[in-house]
């Protein structure tokens, strides 16, 4: 069983640690030990932990911290990077949870917002199955190495509605 907060600035050393651990696969799966997770700084993540833009989940069993995600919010969208679950407890539906709690946070405090965007590596279709799975398509492809292809996919919202309004066809408010 785990638990998801919000992470805070006290947080960060765990997150760093676990982000690093969580993506090696993922490094070598691609041939690359320069993946941006692995080369991420500390203080970068320190710093995310702190922007009022930046959203920040953690999952947590016991004392454990066992998965991370976070998102953006740009405008009417949200682009969401970084999830990452320990090695040792991956297909536990850890993952799952972080982003669709992080969905509902985002929705919750960003009404407006029209649409999530993230991208995953060619290479490891796990991923790409688990936000196929979560509503999120593909929308293109693109070659940032040799040896590197990666994957954009789009999820669409439909924004809430404004208090005392009703959402009717898509987005629209009355």
């Not at 041939?31 to 203080?43: I, Y």
């Amino acid at each position: 069983m785990f638990d998801i907060h919000q992470a805070v600035p006290a947080d960060a050393g765990e997150i760093f640690t676990l982000q690093r651990a969580a993506f090696v696969d993922e490094a070598q799966a691609f041939g690359d030990p320069f993946v941006l997770p692995l080369t991420e700084s500390l203080g970068r993540v320190e710093r995310l932990l702190g922007l009022e833009d930046v959203l920040v989940l953690k999952a947590v069993s016991g004392t454990r911290l066992v998965g991370t995600v976070r998102a953006r919010v740009m405008g009417t969208g949200a682009v969401i990077a970084r999830l990452a679950v320990a090695p040792d407890l991956r297909r536990r539906g850890i993952g799952r949870a972080l982003l669709a709690d992080l969905e509902h946070r985002l929705r919750e405090h960003h009404p407006a917002l029209t649409s999530l965007t993230l991208s995953t590596g060619a290479q490891d279709t796990g991923p790409q199955r688990l936000y196929r799975g979560l509503g999120y398509t593909e929308t293109s492809r693109e070659r940032v190495a040799d040896h590197l292809v990666m994957v954009h996919m789009r999820k669409e919202l439909v924004p809430r509605p404004t208090e005392g309004g009703t959402v009717i066809g898509r987005g629209t408010v009355v």
